[in-house]
């Protein structure tokens, strides 16, 4: 929901008929065109608050049991969520197989087909737009050379991204000057190319945790933790009891205000309304976790249409999850399974009477329905484990899939583990354990019936896991090579390109390297070749995949490879495939900070735009 303080034609451009101003206790009515439906809560684990009252007492009574004589934590420290593969025997029947993945229609490789990711950098097909902090160019790539457009400032944000729906960008960033994690969106009406416009700009005072593009409609998924509160500290007249006891009494004297994320509209000048919107219009409409030990925040899902007419809708839990998943129907939020807290008398801790983290080596998981504009929630559970990442997360025929770490409440081993939605609850379905003990997972990829895992601890096992029964998940065939995979990119049917680390046999990283695998055969996966990089690298995709990219019909894979702190240099790598070989170069593109924005960008046309800091340029294959 959106305070405007533009007027309304200023809302209307930006966002399409019908779209106003906020909804909620500032006495607005909700106009046509946008809505907060109350939340159906269909799950006996949320429930949603019966008055505003009993919504701030929930919060209240789950925030005491975490404060201390030193705030939050007790210790002074604020505890947060860790913050996105031929048959192989006639006896399998009709095996699982990999198959290919490319780059989405805006240039982006994404995690999954039809789900765009933002970017730096985003095309149309025929023009390419770039952001770099505060400045977004434009240019045109029909001609022999990518020539510049124009260039747009957008004052006030900083570590932007963006998604393109139709003629319209959506750009978020933090807001400037950087307060507690404030996030800035600005949407860019790009129907002229040669002249963008700022059609609008908002200011939600949470931190942006994802955005996600799902037919036209931008999910915004925003996190507002733990409170800045008036706490007290012990002194030399003030003993640990008696600041537990201040502490208590200012969380007590806390307001909703404190707890649900707000938004404003920016003018123009850059000047905000002084008078605050209230995201969430309804206090009914947030859910709450029955478990006291859920993690305490709130996680806030904003879905706009920035080019069409479609409702505009807000939906709130109160909880905190870093771990966010989308397929095209479904959105599921992860809490970490080091969540929950005691209080206990540390005998080494200087603050002996303190709050402090438990880990419990449990997950929670929230389940989301998609449907237009309209997030709903579905269902909910929990399970053993810890996932690492929203890659090591997939959906599929309606059966959520997890690779999950150990914890305290598993063995010494990796899992995958199916979860399908009974009425209100996500059940576990399915399980299969003891892969990788006493390692951990570094990537996953997923596909309609199977999973591919690598861990590592010395050696990297590459597991193939059969999904076909996701009652009964079974391990086909296991690959223990040196090094390991932290990105995992399918080719098609048969093979697989891995981008990581190598290493020695007793575990040491040398490099990045590139490794190709046959997986024709999933009871016996195969290492064809390997392309090693210099000395002590790093593959940019192994932290961002975004700076991988597929070239189905050249079978050519672009990577970027970096090394050094200071004097850093980075490269694109080229990899030309075939007879079951890769043949490697590599391309210096960029020095220094900017390593981390070079993107390699495919074309409908075949070409390949270079992304790096000098500007935009055709990459000569």
Not at 493 to 502: E, H, L, P, S, Y
């Amino acid at each position: 929901m959106i305070a405007a303080v533009t007027g309304t034609a200023a809302l209307a451009t930006a966002f399409g008929a019908g779209v106003l101003v906020a909804t909620g206790d500032a006495g607005v009515s909700s106009p046509p065109g946008v809505r907060t439906p109350p939340v159906q809560l269909v799950n006996a684990d949320l429930t949603a608050p019966d008055s505003c009252e009993d919504l701030l007492d929930s919060y209240v009574q789950r925030a005491i049991d975490r404060v201390g004589p030193w705030g939050w934590g007790g210790g002074g420290v604020v505890y947060a969520a860790e913050g996105e593969r031929a048959a192989a025997s006639d006896s399998l029947g009709a095996a699982p197989t990999t198959t290919r993945a490319t780059n989405g229609d805006t240039g982006t490789n994404v995690q999954e087909a039809g789900v765009d990711e933002p970017d730096v950098v985003k095309t149309d097909g025929e023009h390419v737009f770039r952001i770099n902090d505060d400045e977004l160019t434009t240019y045109d790539a029909t001609g022999e050379e990518v020539v510049e457009l124009a260039s747009l400032d957008l004052d006030g944000i900083a570590d932007a991204e963006m998604l393109l729906v139709g003629d319209r960008l959506v750009v978020t960033g933090a807001n400037l000057p950087r307060r507690d994690g404030d996030t800035r969106m600005v949407v860019v009406d790009v129907s002229d190319p040669a002249a963008p416009t700022v059609s609008g700009t908002w200011v939600y005072d949470a931190a942006l945790v994802t955005m996600r593009l799902n037919d036209d409609v931008v999910r915004l998924v925003l996190s507002t933790g733990l409170p800045e509160l008036d706490f007290v500290t012990p002194e030399e007249d003030r003993g640990e009891p008696s600041a537990r006891r201040e502490n208590e009494a200012v969380v007590r004297d806390s307001t909703l205000d404190d707890w649900l994320p707000n938004v404003v509209a920016v003018t123009d000048d850059d000047t905000v309304d002084p008078a605050t919107g209230e995201l969430v219009a309804d206090c009914s409409e947030v859910a709450v976790p029955a478990d006291d030990e859920a993690a305490l925040g709130t996680m806030t899902v904003v879905a706009l249409d920035p080019g069409g007419t479609t409702d505009r809708t807000v939906s709130a839990v109160a909880t905190d999850a870093q771990t966010t998943y989308f397929s095209a129907d479904r959105m599921y939020l992860a809490t970490s399974a080091g969540w929950g807290w005691c209080c206990v008398e540390s005998l080494t801790s200087p603050f002996s009477d303190s709050t402090v983290p438990q880990v419990d080596g449990t997950t929670q998981l929230f389940a989301f329905s998609l449907d237009g504009a309209t997030t709903e929630y579905v269902a909910s559970g929990e399970v053993d484990g810890e996932i690492r990442d929203r890659w090591a997360m997939d959906s599929a025929d309606g059966v959520l899939r997890l690779a999950l770490g150990a914890t305290s409440a598993t063995g010494s081993f990796n899992s995958v583990v199916t979860l399908r939605e009974d009425d209100d609850e996500l059940v576990e379905v399915g399980r299969l354990d003891g892969l990788g003990p006493h390692e951990d997972i570094r990537s996953v990829r997923w596909f309609d019936d199977l999973a591919i895992l690598v861990t590592f601890r010395q050696v990297d096992p590459l597991y193939a896991v059969d999904l076909s029964d996701v009652e009964e998940p079974e391990s086909l065939g296991m690959l223990k090579i040196p090094g390991y995979s932290e990105y995992l990119h399918p080719l098609g049917a048969d093979r697989m390109i891995g981008v990581g680390q190598d290493a020695t046999l007793a575990g040491t990283t040398t490099g990045a390297q590139a490794a190709l695998f046959d997986v024709t055969d999933l009871t016996d996966p195969r290492r064809l070749d390997t392309v090693e990089y210099p000395r002590m690298s790093q593959a940019g995709a192994a932290t961002d995949p975004r700076q991988f990219t597929w070239l189905p019909e050249q079978r050519i894979a672009l990577t970027v490879v970096s090394k050094g702190w200071e004097g850093r240099t980075g490269w694109v790598s080229v990899l030309r495939l075939g007879d079951g070989r890769m043949e490697g170069e590599l391309l210096p593109v960029e020095y220094g900070d900017e390593i981390a924005e070079v993107r390699m960008v495919p074309l409908p046309s075949g070409r390949v735009v270079l992304v790096t800091g000098d500007g935009l340029s055709f990459l000569d294959l």
